[in-house]
């Protein structure tokens, strides 16, 4: 806990603005990096949930189940920094995630499974470009908790893409 303290502290000293493909794309305070963290972490693991239901194809159910429990632990690991630097996260994704939730959940088959895909390369695009932003400037255990992040969200995009093309390969035959 110490550690993700001092990491907070870091994080906070070393990142003064960050910049996220949010919104207006308006630079950003650390505090709010971290509460768009977790939104996206929310929705992730809410599709992620919604995926393991409603998925056609295995790849997608285990992309699902992926995405929630990576998410889920980055999302821990974001609460601790939030609550470090003493801010308040609102439990729920944001207005656009749960818009996409809305829309995913009255999908189901290839309608579902292709949505869903597409909704997490594009989601997973997001979180690295936000990501990268800073990882750069993020020194000791700021910078390895921004690295870990990052790593996860690369996999996750390449686990999407892997599944999109097996999904296409399987409606071809």
Do not use: C, W
């Amino acid at each position: 806990m110490k550690r993700t303290i001092r990491a907070a502290i870091t994080l906070s000293l070393l990142l003064p603005p960050l910049v996220l493909p949010l919104g207006a794309m308006a630079a950003l305070p650390v505090t709010d990096f971290v509460v768009q963290a977790i939104k996206s972490d929310n929705a992730q693991i809410l599709i992620g949930s919604l995926a393991q239901m409603r998925g056609q194809t295995q790849a997608v159910k285990d992309l699902g189940l992926t995405l929630v429990r990576d998410r889920t632990n980055t999302r821990m690991q974001m609460l601790a920094v939030a609550k470090a630097l003493h801010v308040t996260v609102p439990p729920a994704p944001g207005a656009a995630a749960a818009a996409a939730y809305k829309k995913l959940a009255k999908l189901s088959g290839t309608a579902f499974d292709r949505a869903f895909l597409a909704e997490v390369i594009d989601n997973q695009k997001e979180d690295i470009a936000a990501i990268r932003e800073h990882t750069g400037e993020a020194k000791g255990e700021a910078g390895e908790i921004t690295r870990k992040r990052l790593a996860v969200v690369e996999k996750h995009l390449t686990l999407a893409h892997a599944a999109q093309s097996s999904e296409g390969a399987a409606a071809v035959q």
